[in-house]
Nanobody, 126 residues
Framework: QVQLVESGGGLVQAGGSLRLSCAAS????????MGWFRRAPGKEREFVAA????????YYADSVKGRFSISRDNAKNTVYLMMNNLKPEDTAVYYC???????????????????WGQGTQVTVSS
């Protein structure tokens, strides 16, 4: 059974940092681009960041560029999202996503996500 399990969410003050992890199990995802989406209260789910299967390329939503960094460790079947200088508007449930194998973008599309995690809550207080 394929699973994506996020961890690392929590409550942090504005300006603080958090690192989210997404551990995949059930199969290897070394040929799948991986990404993060988020859903803020009362809003649609939106793209945050993605990383190519070979780790060469990364992509970010404009709202998080320069503050968030996505990385992956294929040996551990894990993807990370380092979030710095957090703002109250970053408050959301963050979801890990595995795209179709070898997919090359655009990464904001949800219909090319093969697997989703259950989500982890990030709350940023002002």
């Amino acid at each position: 059974q394929v699973q994506l399990v996020e961890s690392g969410g929590g409550l942090v003050q504005a300006g603080g940092s958090l690192r989210l992890s997404c551990a995949a199990s059930g199969r290897t995802f070394s040929t799948n681009p991986m990404g993060w989406f988020r859903r803020a209260p009362g809003k649609e789910r939106e793209f945050v960041a993605a990383i190519s299967y070979n780790t060469i390329s990364t992509y970010y939503a404009d709202s998080v560029k320069g503050r968030f960094s996505i990385s992956r460790d294929n040996a551990k079947n894990t993807v990370y999202l380092m979030m710095n200088n957090l703002k109250p508007e970053d408050t959301a449930v963050y979801y890990c996503a595995a795209y179709l194998r070898y997919y090359s973008g655009p990464y904001s599309k949800e219909d090319v996500v093969n697997y989703w995690g259950q989500g982890t809550q990030v709350t940023v207080s002002s």
